[in-house]
T-cell receptor
Framework: NAGVMQNPRHLVRRRGQEARLRCSPM?????VYWYRQLPEEGLKFMVY????????ESGMPKERFSAEFPKEGPSILRIQQVVRGDSAAYFC???????????????FGPGTRLTVL | SQQGEEDPQALSIQEGENATMNCSYK?????LQWYRQNSGRGLVHLIL?????REKHSGRLRVTLDTSKKSSSLLITASRAADTASYFC?????????FGTGTRLTIIP
């Protein structure tokens, strides 16, 4: 059973370009979480998705950022018109179906390191 | 201060010694977890302790949780060079993980 896959592992973009980060959850996992880690800091929650639904996007910047988790295919975190401050490591995690208030371990991918020139 | 703050921010010890890291948090939690992150890599889940538990062991790891003080500690015994990494606590509540700022642990051979 492969772990959480993220690609690309490294992404370089110039200011104003778009960045697309992909996350394939573990087999059988229907919940996906995106986190951002700035240099020398901890991870910050961005968004929590289930298949075709955004459950909690309270950590997403209001502009330029969007996320989706379609019925088929990986989850995508999209950053439009990137700026230097978007340079960070973006981690995806997945977990199996959970009941409310219960918790299953989140399994993390290796991350995508975005550099904006 | 932030939810999930670790202290110290950085810790250097000799190989073979024990390393203790602390974490404080603000809100009520369902559970608290500790993760390790090697430089430039992803996160590795170490241990989870539920809010109704006070202590948990896993190999050389010992975690305590004091919900009255909203604090947790991670003890790594008989440290090894391979333990050099950043360690984060994360609290689970409102269906998401909230991470602390991390402790950078360096084991000196």
């Amino acid at each position: 059973n492969a772990g959480v896959m993220q690609n690309p592992r490294h992404l370089v973009r110039r200011r104003g370009q778009e960045a697309r980060l992909r996350c394939s959850p573990m087999k059988g996992h229907s919940h996906v979480y995106w986190y951002r880690q700035l240099p020398e800091e901890g991870l910050k929650f961005m968004v929590y998705l289930q298949k075709e639904n955004i459950i909690d996007e309270s950590g997403m910047p209001k502009e330029r950022f969007s996320a989706e988790f379609p019925k088929e295919g990986p989850s995508i975190l999209r950053i439009q018109q990137v700026v230097r401050g978007d340079s960070a490591a973006y981690f995806c995690a997945s977990s199996p179906p959970i009941g409310r208030g219960n918790y299953n371990e989140q399994f993390f991918g290796p991350g995508t390191r975005l550099t904006v020139l | 201060s932030q939810q999930g703050e670790e202290d110290p921010q950085a810790l250097s010890i000799q190989e073979g010694e024990n390393a203790t890291m602390n974490c404080s948090y603000k809100t009520s939690i369902n559970n608290l977890q500790w993760y390790r992150q090697n430089s430039g890599r992803g996160l590795v889940h170490l241990i989870l302790i539920r809010s109704n538990e006070r202590e948990k062991h896993s190999g050389r790891l010992r975690v305590t949780l004091d919900t009255s003080k909203k604090s947790s500690s991670l003890l790594i015994t008989a440290s090894r060079a391979a333990d050099t990494a950043s360690y984060f606590c994360a609290t689970f509540g409102n269906e998401k993980l909230t991470f602390g700022t991390g402790t950078r642990l360096t084991i000196i051979p």
